[in-house]
């Protein structure tokens, strides 16, 4: 128990809470820019792993980080696009589109690392290239402190950044409003001349270019090669955090430090040989008791709203 | 053509509007309307006579096959509702078009957001909110949350939106539907302002003493037709209601005379409010007989239907008694409600009386499928239930492939037909037919009356619920006037009541005592 809080209360834990919840951070922010949207998509797991894939093929070929993170970035959202256009225009059913997105992303990754590597398990043969760490100035000397927040991967910093971001966009920007409103009310938006299935779209490319950076972030810097299967259900837990979050953007960012927590955690018990299955359930038995919370303000007994037509 | 220098004064003319709906239904017919500028002009029919079709081919959210618009002498087209907001036509529509969770200046303001360097100007929409607020003597709390604010405000935020959009024509369709007696006031005084400044108002309701207080000038409709324009002042309530209610067809039923024996139903002071806390039913009390039809008259959203819904269980009673047979059926379950020989007719029937994507049988079976007549060894029983169902659909006639077909593949008064089906054949003691013959074709709703009569000779009581006033008198033996959630009249015999009479309760115009009323409650 001891070594077990030794652990917990020490930098080095802290730091490991940052890194591992880099990927949520940005799929719970995508996930919540598009529940905002009143899109109920569950295909980010699939956007990740073909960003993540597309990540390590592209700077493999070039030897270029940028062409990397730009190839990642085009197959994660093209892959929001295909969600977008089957669900807001072709009206097909969002859960199912999201789940065949998933299982292709899935197999399709697979399918495409063999092909250009002739292996089916990981990217280790191609020699794609990694994100670097940096150390912050100022920051990196301030004791404790420094020790946590310095010296991560760039990619952490942008997440923090996106945090602010998605923030602005949501609550201070035109665009924000007529997001949240077509996700709200899209009988309201339109009453106004919001043109709601746009601003869905946009809604989702913009879930699809954050969810992108966290794909891009596991292959080219939480590990520096790309695994089949590798989001292990990160997507989903980004779709719990937003829930969690309701659909706020501090709550949110709140609950995927907390899902990191519970999963830097389970590394740590791994690393002491003790059942780390335990604590991988953690995220999820939290993401329950939260939504049993949220879910029992919501009980109540009404009449089916009925749009009279004379 | 002297007519044209009339023409000069009216701001909006509509000349001939015909509108047919993609089912066949004539929803306008040659309607002409004529407002002037700076009036409150009131639009007033009975549910379904082309009132909300005619707004909403005036605001552009329908197409008319016919007819012509012109606005200010100038004829133009309506294509979308922006389009009539870019003319200065605005709509509050009794849905409210409001995002709750955004605040009030937020609702105002969408789709035309004030900028600030590319963000969103928050403050700027609150003072361009407190403007229009100030303007119109409108008072509003602009930062405050739509979803807290109660009905009449959030109506304000309504008409606060179009005018601050620009309109001049304000359509507001059944405002005061939604609204307490207080917040009705309040919207009377708010509207005589704008009137006052020169807006224009068409104002859509069926009640009379509401149109007597407000409006400068009425058009009636009638099954999509115009049947009277006028100066307000030159008629009397009872004129209008004349207007309104008229039939062309009378509809005859052969009923013996009824022989109510002991009481089935009893219902003491049953009150429900909704969610915002606005009494639907309002301390009703009332009782049905053996071998009775007892009828409810109303204009549509009066709290009939939650009334048929306390009864049947649908939804859960606050306060009073519901008693069948002297046995309290509140808050039981619906199976139970259903067991002790209670039989239900949803006005909705695609909602609560079939399912639309199961076939005529399982449609026939769903009330009795788990009792031990229908299942043999823990199994149903298939060939049991083909036989009843191909009985049933022999004797109601319902129009089919056969049992197995899709329920949605059937017209409406076949579906009707499935639904009477199943719920007379219950062994019925009580059978609450809300709107039964709505939307149905002619046949078939001479065959569900007719039903309903025989019913009630072998011995149920029957609530009949009905907008229609025709069906409601001829059918039913005593009949209930509703309005605003209470009984506003009784009559113990049906057989002399002229709609006109019924049309009175049923729009405010007369009351009856207490003592009156009282007379519907027996031990």
Same mark, same amino acid.
């Given at each position: 128990?001891?070594?077990?809080?030794?652990?917990?209360?020490?930098?080095?834990?802290? *730091?490991?809470?940052?890194?591992?919840?880099?990927?949520?951070?940005?799929?719970?922010?995508?996930?919540?820019?598009?529940?905002?949207?009143?899109?109920?998509?569950?295909? *980010?797991?699939?956007?990740?792993? *073909?960003?993540?894939?597309?990540?390590?093929?592209?700077?493999?070929? %070039?030897?270029?980080?940028?062409?990397?993170?730009?190839?990642?970035?085009?197959?994660?959202? %093209? +892959?929001?696009? +295909?969600?977008?256009?089957?669900?807001?225009?072709?009206?097909?059913?969002?859960?199912?589109?999201?789940?065949?997105?998933? +299982?292709?992303?899935?197999?399709?990754?697979?399918?495409?690392?063999?092909?250009? %590597?002739?292996?089916?398990? %990981?990217?280790?043969?191609?020699?794609?290239?990694?994100?670097?760490?940096?150390? +912050?100035?100022?920051?990196?000397?301030?004791?404790?402190?420094?020790?946590?927040?310095?010296?991560?991967?760039?990619?952490?910093?942008?997440?923090?950044?996106?945090?602010?971001?998605?923030?602005?966009?949501?609550?201070?920007?035109?665009?924000?409003?007529?997001?949240?409103?077509?996700?709200?009310?899209?009988?309201?938006?339109?009453?106004?001349?919001?043109?709601?299935?746009?601003?869905?779209?946009?809604?989702?490319?913009?879930?699809?270019?954050?969810?992108?950076?966290?794909?891009?972030?596991?292959?080219?810097?939480?590990?520096? *090669?790309?695994?089949?299967?590798?989001?292990?259900?990160?997507?989903?837990?980004?779709?719990?955090?937003?829930?969690?979050?309701?659909?706020?953007?501090?709550?949110?960012?709140?609950?995927?430090?907390?899902?990191?927590?519970?999963?830097?955690?389970?590394?740590?018990?791994?690393?002491?040989?003790?059942?780390?299955?335990?604590?991988?359930?953690?995220?999820?038995?939290?993401?329950?008791?939260?939504?049993?919370?949220?879910?029992?303000?919501?009980?109540?007994?009404?009449?089916?709203?009925?749009?009279?037509?004379? | 053509?002297?007519?044209?220098?009339?023409?000069?004064?009216?701001?909006?003319?509509?000349?001939?509007?015909?509108?047919?709906?993609?089912?066949?239904?004539?929803?306008?017919?040659?309607?002409?309307?004529?407002?002037?500028?700076?009036?409150?002009?009131?639009?007033?029919?009975?549910?379904?006579?082309?009132?909300?079709?005619?707004?909403?081919?005036?605001?552009?959210?329908?197409?008319?096959?016919?007819?012509?618009?012109?606005?200010?002498?100038?004829?133009?087209?309506?294509?979308?509702?922006?389009?009539?907001?870019?003319?200065?036509?605005?709509?509050?529509?009794?849905?409210?078009?409001?995002?709750?969770?955004?605040?009030?200046?937020?609702?105002?303001?969408?789709?035309?957001?004030?900028?600030?360097? $590319?963000?969103?100007?928050?403050?700027?929409?609150?003072?361009?909110?407190?403007?229009?607020?100030?303007?119109?003597?409108?008072?509003?709390?602009?930062?405050?949350?739509?979803?807290?604010?109660?009905?009449?405000?959030?109506?304000?935020?309504?008409?606060?939106? @179009?005018?601050?959009?620009?309109?001049?024509?304000?359509?507001?369709?059944?405002?005061?539907?939604?609204?307490?007696?207080?917040?009705?006031?309040?919207?009377?005084?708010?509207?005589?302002?704008?009137?006052?400044?020169?807006?224009?108002? @068409?104002?859509?309701?069926?009640?009379?003493?509401?149109?007597?207080?407000?409006?400068?000038?009425?058009?009636?409709?009638?099954?999509?037709?115009?049947?009277?324009?006028?100066?307000?002042?030159?008629?009397?309530?009872?004129?209008?209601?004349?207007?309104?209610?008229?039939?062309?067809?009378?509809?005859?039923?052969?009923? =013996?005379?009824?022989?109510?024996?002991?009481?089935?139903?009893?219902?003491?002071?049953?009150?429900?409010?909704?969610?915002?806390?606005?009494?639907?039913?309002?301390?009703?009390?009332?009782?049905?007989?053996?071998? /009775?039809?007892?009828?409810?008259?109303?204009? =549509?959203?009066?709290?009939?239907?939650?009334?048929?819904?306390?009864?049947?269980?649908?939804?859960?009673?606050?306060? $009073?008694?519901?008693?069948?047979?002297?046995?309290?059926?509140?808050?039981?379950?619906?199976?139970?409600?259903?067991?002790?020989?209670?039989?239900?007719?949803?006005?909705?029937?695609?909602?609560?009386?079939?399912?639309?994507?199961?076939?005529?049988?399982?449609?026939?079976?769903?009330?009795?499928?788990?009792?031990?007549?229908?299942?043999?060894?823990?199994?149903?029983?298939?060939?049991? @239930?083909?036989?009843?169902?191909?009985?049933?659909?022999?004797?109601?006639?319902?129009?089919?492939?056969?049992?197995?077909?899709?329920?949605?593949?059937?017209?409406?008064?076949?579906?009707?037909?499935?639904?009477?089906?199943?719920?007379?054949?219950?062994?019925?003691?009580?059978?609450?037919?809300?709107?039964?013959?709505?939307?149905?074709?002619?046949?078939?709703?001479?065959?569900?009356?007719?039903?309903?009569?025989?019913?009630?000779?072998?011995?149920?009581?029957?609530?009949?619920?009905?907008?229609?006033?025709?069906?409601?008198?001829?059918?039913?033996?005593?009949?209930?006037?509703?309005? =605003?959630?209470?009984?506003?009249?009784?009559?113990?015999?049906?057989?002399?009541?002229?709609?006109?009479?019924?049309? /009175?309760?049923?729009?405010?115009?007369?009351?009856?005592?207490?003592?009156?009323?009282?007379?519907?409650?027996?031990?």
């Amino acid at each position: 128990m001891e070594i077990i809080l030794d652990s917990i209360f020490s930098t080095e834990f802290f *730091f490991s809470v940052l890194r591992v919840a880099t990927p949520l951070i940005f799929v719970s922010l995508a996930a919540l820019v598009v529940k905002n949207g009143g899109v109920m998509c569950i295909a *980010f797991e699939g956007m990740m792993l *073909f960003s993540a894939l597309g990540a390590v093929i592209g700077s493999a070929f %070039s030897q270029s980080r940028l062409v990397g993170i730009l190839v990642g970035l085009l197959l994660g959202m %093209s +892959i929001s696009a +295909i969600f977008a256009y089957f669900v807001l225009v072709l009206n097909s059913n969002g859960v199912l589109t999201g789940l065949a997105l998933n +299982i292709l992303g899935s197999g399709g990754t697979v399918f495409m690392l063999y092909l250009i %590597s002739g292996d089916k398990g %990981s990217s280790t043969a191609l020699k794609s290239l990694i994100i670097p760490n940096v150390d +912050i100035p100022i920051i990196k000397d301030i004791p404790v402190i420094g020790e946590i927040l310095s010296g991560h991967n760039i990619l952490t910093y942008v997440a923090l950044i996106t945090v602010v971001v998605v923030y602005i966009l949501i609550n201070k920007t035109p665009l924000g409003l007529r997001i949240r409103s077509v996700g709200e009310n899209p009988h309201a938006a339109e009453s106004v001349g919001i043109k709601v299935i746009k601003t869905k779209f946009i809604a989702l490319m913009i879930g699809g270019f954050i969810a992108s950076l966290g794909g891009i972030y596991m292959s080219m810097g939480y590990l520096p *090669f790309f695994t089949r299967d590798m989001m292990a259900g990160r997507g989903f837990m980004g779709i719990a955090a937003s829930n969690l979050g309701g659909g706020l953007t501090i709550p949110t960012f709140a609950a995927a430090l907390l899902f990191g927590s519970a999963e830097a955690l389970s590394n740590i018990m791994q690393s002491l040989r003790l059942p780390s299955e335990f604590m991988q359930m953690v995220p999820y038995i939290v993401t329950l008791i939260g939504l049993m919370l949220v879910g029992g303000n919501n009980k109540k007994l009404t009449f089916k709203k009925e749009e009279k037509n004379e | 053509m002297n007519k044209v220098i009339d023409n000069t004064e009216y701001i909006l003319r509509m000349e001939n509007i015909t509108k047919i709906y993609g089912n066949g239904f004539m929803a306008n017919k040659n309607v002409n309307l004529r407002v002037k500028k700076g009036e409150i002009h009131a639009l007033i029919g009975e549910n379904g006579a082309g009132k909300s079709t005619l707004m909403k081919v005036l605001f552009g959210q329908e197409q008319p096959e016919e007819g012509k618009i012109f606005y200010k002498g100038e004829e133009i087209k309506i294509t979308n509702p922006l389009v009539a907001l870019a003319h200065g036509i605005g709509m509050v529509h009794q849905h409210f078009m409001l995002v709750p969770s955004l605040t009030v200046a937020e609702n105002m303001v969408l789709g035309i957001e004030p900028k600030n360097k $590319g963000f969103f100007n928050y403050q700027e929409a609150v003072r361009l909110t407190e403007e229009v607020s100030k303007k119109y003597n409108l008072p509003i709390d602009p930062r405050a949350k739509v979803k807290d604010l109660p009905v009449g405000y959030k109506q304000r935020v309504e008409i606060l939106k @179009i005018l601050l959009r620009g309109v001049e024509v304000l359509i507001l369709d059944e405002p005061t539907a939604v609204l307490t007696p207080q917040e009705t006031e309040e919207l009377f005084v708010q509207l005589r302002e704008l009137k006052k400044q020169g807006y224009t108002i @068409i104002f859509i309701s069926h009640k009379l003493n509401e149109i007597k207080a407000l409006c400068d000038n009425l058009t009636v409709l009638r099954n999509g037709r115009v049947t009277g324009t006028a100066k307000v002042a030159d008629l009397t309530e009872q004129d209008i209601s004349r207007l309104m209610v008229g039939r062309d067809v009378m509809l005859t039923i052969d009923k =013996e005379e009824a022989k109510p024996k002991k009481t089935v139903l009893k219902v003491r002071n049953l009150t429900y409010k909704n969610s915002d806390n606005k009494a639907i039913v309002n301390n009703v009390s009332f009782s049905i007989r053996e071998g /009775e039809i007892l009828g409810i008259a109303g204009v =549509e959203g009066n709290g009939q239907r939650e009334i048929s819904s306390l009864i049947t269980g649908l939804i859960e009673n606050q306060s $009073g008694e519901i008693k069948l047979f002297d046995e309290d059926i509140t808050n039981i379950s619906i199976r139970k409600i259903r067991e002790k020989g209670v039989a239900h007719i949803s006005e909705d029937r695609m909602t609560y009386g079939t399912v639309a994507d199961a076939s005529v049988e399982e449609n026939i079976i769903s009330d009795r499928y788990y009792k031990d007549d229908y299942n043999k060894y823990g199994l149903l029983d298939k060939k049991k @239930i083909a036989e009843l169902s191909n009985e049933l659909i022999k004797e109601y006639r319902v129009k089919c492939d056969s049992k197995d077909a899709e329920i949605r593949t059937l017209s409406g008064g076949n579906i009707q037909k499935v639904v009477a089906a199943r719920e007379f054949t219950s062994n019925p003691k009580l059978i609450i037919a809300n709107q039964p013959t709505r939307g149905i074709d002619v046949g078939a709703s001479e065959f569900i009356r007719k039903k309903l009569v025989s019913l009630r000779d072998e011995g149920a009581a029957i609530l009949l619920i009905s907008a229609d006033l025709t069906e409601v008198i001829t059918v039913s033996d005593s009949l209930l006037v509703m309005s =605003e959630g209470k009984i506003v009249a009784y009559f113990e015999d049906t057989k002399n009541l002229t709609e006109e009479t019924v049309g /009175e309760y049923m729009l405010g115009i007369k009351k009856q005592t207490a003592e009156e009323i009282g007379g519907v409650c027996y031990e």
